[in-house]
């Protein structure tokens, strides 16, 4: 009873194995694919399918090798449903983004160039100035032309790249909330900024961080986690320093704050970590 309670266990295992095999055999060949209702339909069938067919085999008695590949083999029974979904699903995806950006791309632009033309020749009667509303008006197109194609990328099971998708949404922050304000104070009101307003960097770099922590955290390593509060941190901290110390000239004493954090930060990875040993 004893060993056949084994092998029974052995069997079991053995064919979890080969299950996750196939699975990852599909998604595989479906990870270039944006995850559209149809594609995941296809997917989930031919998964069931090929489950089916290896549980077939084993019945007849054939080997586990030769029933795995008797099981991939209905991938190519397969071929013209996928390449009909990828025909709809990949370039029908992208066809629709490119008309919704052409189409958005197309008004936008006609308008801000009205806005521009108006400005110019009735309100102000000069273009000397103005140039800044085509200016201020690509920079705000670039949020959405970022916008715009982290949200493609999200159709894909790539990580990596809807993490580069966020990143460049916030990149294209720095030229609307850094680059533009001190351009427009420096040319319409003669002011300088430009030594003070890099700050706003920092803090876009840390909502970036935070950003990326909050919607994959999940996908992290603990060590990536932590590294990432760490950075977080310590770029909320460098911003208080150089803020309060341009603020007041206290440059010889804000120092402290690194201090104060180094210790907090030193705190609660302590107190976290003792809740993961529990």
């Not at 089916?52 to 085999?57: A, G, S």
């Not at 900024?193 to 840390?206: C, E, Q, T």
């Not at 180094?262 to 529990?278: E, P, V």
Request: charged share 20%; hydrophobic share 50%; with cysteine.
């Amino acid at each position: 009873m004893e060993r056949n309670n084994y092998y029974n266990e052995q069997f079991d295992w053995e064919w979890i194995i080969m299950e996750e095999k196939l699975k990852e055999y599909v998604n595989r060949k479906f990870r270039l694919y944006p995850k559209t209702k149809e594609i995941v339909e296809i997917r989930d069938e031919l998964y069931s399918i090929m489950i089916d067919k290896y549980n077939d085999c084993l019945n007849m008695g054939i080997t586990k090798e030769e029933a795995y590949k008797s099981a991939i083999e209905m991938m190519v029974d397969y071929k013209d449903a996928i390449r009909e979904v990828e025909k709809s699903g990949t370039l029908g995806a992208l066809k629709k983004v490119i008309v919704n950006m052409g189409s958005f791309t197309t008004f936008y632009f006609i308008t801000l160039t009205f806005i521009y033309l108006f400005v110019s020749v009735v309100i102000l009667k000069s273009f000397k100035k103005t140039w800044l509303i085509a200016v201020g008006g690509s920079f705000i197109y670039l949020i959405y032309f970022s916008i715009s194609l982290y949200k493609y990328a999200k159709l894909f099971n790539f990580k990596t790249l809807s993490r580069w998708g966020i990143a460049f949404i916030y990149i294209s922050l720095i030229p609307l909330i850094y680059v533009f304000p001190s351009l427009y104070l420096s040319v319409v009101h003669s002011k300088n900024i430009w030594n003070r307003s890099w700050l706003v960097v920092i803090i876009i770099v840390f909502f970036y961080i935070i950003t990326d922590y909050i919607v994959n955290k999940k996908y992290m390593s603990i060590v990536e986690k932590d590294i990432l509060i760490f950075a977080s941190g310590l770029l909320l901290t460098t911003f208080l320093y150089l803020f309060i110390s341009m603020k007041f000239n206290v440059w010889g004493i804000a120092w402290i704050l690194y201090v104060l954090y180094l210790s907090l930060i030193s705190l609660i990875f302590y107190i976290c970590r003792n809740k993961r040993r529990n």
